[in-house]
């Protein structure tokens, strides 16, 4: 059976970040290059984050569930609680308000 070596500090759960942060090495900036940073979500964290990174000189690639980047639910969504007021003209109804999912619409 193999065993996974997580590499986790020994010690209490509160004092393992500390721990690790006093004993990674640092980063040569010559050497940025050499590594690679895998992100998980293209939302506004992730793209955030790569977006970030790739400019600090690291390579970086990100990871989404959607079809397109542009199609991750912080950018795609509408934003704040909606509500169908069918003011005259405006092509909204009750239908339409529970038919929109994260930003995009579907009509069955």
Not at 67 to 90: M, V
Request: hydrophobic share 35%; charged share 20%; net charge positive.
């Amino acid at each position: 059976m193999i065993t996974l070596n997580s590499k986790t500090p020994p010690g209490p759960l509160a004092d393992k970040w500390t721990k690790y942060r006093s004993t990674v090495k640092l980063v040569n900036p010559a050497n940025k290059r050499h590594l690679e940073i895998i992100v998980i979500g293209s939302g506004l964290a992730g793209a955030s984050a790569s977006a970030s990174l790739a400019e600090l000189g690291y390579k970086v690639k990100v990871f989404c569930f959607q079809d397109s980047p542009r199609r991750a639910h912080s950018i795609a969504a509408q934003g704040g609680i909606n509500a169908a007021k069918n003011y005259q003209n405006d092509g909204d109804s009750t239908y339409r308000l529970f038919c929109c999912t994260g930003g995009d619409i579907a009509w069955d």
